[in-house]
T-cell receptor
């Protein structure tokens, strides 16, 4: 079964508008972490934001915020005030408890920001 | 401070050959992980090492092997290359092997098999 599901293969957003990227996850582990990464066309993976399963508040990092709904097992990324440089592939990933630090990634969502 | 560095940047091999990819983690990071990213997909976990010990292995054949050195750098070896091994290979390092510490990725090695 897929551990991370990203149902939006591609999205277009107007510059300066906000965009929400969906992510649902599947785990029976009570301890887990959720990460969002950005991958521009050049290929490097850039860490954006982290949410722990026990965190009471939604994570925020600058223009990025994570809408964490634990009961619905969703961890949507919100990018506010989109910029042309935000055009990239965005991946949601999960780390479950255990002795390794394996990240399970979704298929990604391509975001294209229009001027 | 330097980020995660990987070498080489690009590599072209033929079927049946072997390849060694190298990774230097961020200074102070003791955990190194390897991922394979096939075009159009998310990265797939291959290995994780922490303090020179293998902590995790993904669903990859025994043709894939890795090791971590005393200076925490790492090598990924792939033997008997197949066309399906063509991918971007990403190395990631983190300060610890668990918890909320994010993994920081290098720019990757693009491996093409002819």
């Amino acid at each position: 079964a897929q551990k991370i599901t990203q149902t939006q293969p591609g999205m277009f957003v107007q510059e300066k508008e906000a965009v929400t990227l969906d992510c649902t996850y599947d785990t029976s582990d009570p301890s887990y972490g959720l990460f969002w990464y950005k991958q521009p066309s050049s290929g490097e993976m850039i860490f954006l934001i982290y949410q722990g399963s026990y965190d009471q508040q939604n994570a925020t990092e600058g223009r990025y915020s994570l809408n964490f709904q634990k009961a619905r097992k969703s961890a949507n990324l919100v990018i506010s005030a989109s910029q042309l440089g935000d055009s990239a592939m965005y991946f949601c990933a999960m780390r479950e408890g255990g002795k390794d630090y394996k990240l399970s990634f979704g298929a990604g969502t391509t975001v294209t920001v229009r001027a | 401070d330097a980020g995660v560095t990987q070498s080489p940047t690009h590599l072209i091999k033929t079927r049946g050959q072997h390849v060694t990819l190298r990774c230097s983690p961020i200074s102070g990071h003791k955990s190194v992980s390897w991922y394979q990213q096939v075009l159009g997909q998310g990265p797939q976990f291959i290995f994780q090492y922490y303090e020179k010990e293998e902590r995790g292995r993904g669903n990859f054949p025994d043709r894939f092997s890795a090791r971590q050195f005393p200076n925490y750098s790492s090598e990924l070896n792939v033997n008997a290359l197949l066309l399906g091994d063509s991918a971007l290979y990403l190395c990631a390092s983190s300060l610890a092997d668990r918890g909320g510490q994010p993994q920081h990725f290098g720019d990757g090695t693009r491996l093409s098999i002819l």
